[in-house]
């Protein structure tokens, strides 16, 4: 028997939802989400951690993976190339086992490097006029691992695991 620890096997249901960079699909991300985490056993607080994780991630595809195209919703209306958006969008995949919840975001936007700006704490976003880099510390402090990867073939992947821990267990 090796004494190497291995990783929770996840279960043959893997779900991937590909949808276009519109705010309107924000809802629907979060909702199923939060719907597998609550199936799974997750307790109020981690549920809403996780919802909202989704919800800053598939915002920051929505709002920066094309916006070098014309395409984001924080352009002013006269910038935006709408007849571009049936070409941009991104792919949110969930996988779980008793253990983990595994969701993936992907996109084939303009890319961010391993690790993205974003601030380290709410005092350090603040000190900043409170622009730009909260999404990101939401997503790490929410989550139990995350992990940003700029594809070769262009864009990004985000990987985000929550792990289920007994009631009144804590993280280490």
Known sequence: MSAEKQEPRLDTLDVEIQCPVKTRVLGVMRAFASSVAEQMG????????????????????????YKHLGVSPDLPADERRNELLADCNFKMRVAFSNELLEITITDHGIGVDNKPPGANSVEEFESRGGHGGLGVFIIRNFMDEAEYETMAEGGTKLVMRKYLRPAGASAE
């Open 42 to 65: 997750f307790d109020d607080e981690a549920r809403d951690q996780i919802e909202m994780a989704v919800d800053e991630a598939c915002a920051n595809v929505v709002r920066h993976a």
